[in-house]
């Protein structure tokens, strides 16, 4: 059995444990075992289908396909499920920036992202599968139901020069600090534009019960960040682990901004990156196509004004569709099993506000 074909049996099952009833549509439906409950359909029946009034599920589906699913949604009244894959170190700030850009056109039709798989092996490394529901037969905000590892990790792409020559970013390297547990400096979740050998990725998990421990690190990473020069470093991204026991203990939040960076070539990418590092702005690439700010509300129009005179564009415009997106309400389920509510608001129609 090919791994195309043991993902699709992965999200039959998937469904089938959560007690869902629907058509399932994929692309080899033949050699896949129907679990009760499920029909299995070809994509080759797309158009028929969608013009059906019933509830289907589409497995993996094209970008195209997805896209003639969603345009028909609010017409049709009818609910649809999408079942896509993602990298198993993705997590609710990952996926929520994810969906984002699949269904921006259509966001308010998102009702829940849900993790339907345990890790499965996909496409040369560790994945899981998550469904994501769509309808306009409700109006409630929509939820990530999501399996979230105890240990939290920070990863980063930082100048090779501070790494290696200055004593905190050696001693960083090399996990000397209280509360880290272990540090690595394979490739990690953010991506890296800059081909040349001058940024270095860095992934540091910390011990558990370490909070303290874990924001002096961090406060040594911010000073690291004050330490980086425009006419020697070209990047340093950063991307924050969360504390999902605390945010759901103390009722907080996360905020931040998601961008679309498909229209650059990496190394408009690489500019960008220096310029948002001169600003010690924290941010990270999620991909060619995705860029994550840690900036919210009025902070995303004073970097859209210190950008308005500058060579490198970021598209605040109302056609990129870039979004502030909240993570609330976050609840522990059972195990590691947390829901959260995520809301999605639009920042591409603010106006220019002039310094």
């Known amino acids: ?102 269904c921006k056109k259509y966001i308010s039709a998102i009702r829940e992202i849900r993790q339907i798989t345990e890790p499965i092996k996909y496409q040369r490394y560790p ?13 409630n905000h929509p939820s990530i139901i999501w399996k979230l590892p105890d240990t939290i990790s920070d990863e980063l792409i930082f100048p090779a020069r501070i790494a290696y020559e200055q004593p905190d970013g050696r001693e960083l390297r090399h996990g000397q600090f209280p509360g880290i547990a272990e540090t690595n400096t394979a490739t990690n979740g953010c991506y890296n534009s800059d081909k040349s050998k001058g940024s270095i990725s860095l992934t540091i998990k910390y011990q558990q019960n370490s909070a303290l421990q874990r924001l002096k690190v961090r406060e040594v990473i911010e ?17 924050e682990g969360s504390d999902w026991n605390r945010l759901h203990k103390l009722k907080e939040t996360i905020n931040f901004t998601v961008m679309s960076t498909r229209h650059l070539n990496d190394q408009e990418r690489t500019l960008l990156a220096s310029e948002l590092m ?75 506000i002039p310094l």
């Open 1 to 102: 059995m090919s791994e195309h074909v043991e993902a699709q049996q992965a999200a039959a099952d998937g469904l089938n444990e959560l007690g869902i009833q629907a058509t399932l549509m994929v692309h080899y439906p033949s050699k896949i075992h129907a679990p009760e409950g499920i029909l299995l359909t070809t994509y080759d029946q797309l158009h028929s289908q969608i013009a059906k009034c019933e509830t289907t599920v589409y497995a993996f589906p094209t970008f195209g396909a997805a896209q003639s699913v969603m345009r028909t949604l609010y017409s049709m009244q009818q609910t649809a499920m999408f079942v896509f894959e993602c990298h198993a170190n993705t997590g609710p700030t990952e996926i929520s920036a994810k969906i984002f850009d699949t």
């Open 127 to 139: 994945t899981v599968l998550y469904s994501v529901t769509m309808s306009y037969l409700s109006d």
């Open 223 to 239: 000073s690291l960040l004050k330490g980086t020069s425009v006419l020697q470093d070209t990047q340093f991204q950063i991307k």
């Open 278 to 352: 001169s600003y010690r702005i924290k941010y990270f690439f999620l991909s060619k196509a995705q860029i994550i700010l840690k900036l919210e509300g009025i902070d995303v129009e004073v970097l859209r004004n210190l950008l308005h005179c500058s060579t490198t564009y970021l598209p605040f415009g109302q056609r990129q569709q870039s979004s502030q997106i909240t993570l609330s309400k976050v609840e522990l389920i059972k195990g590691k099993w947390y829901q959260m509510e995520v809301k999605f608001s639009p920042v591409g129609s603010m106006p220019l």
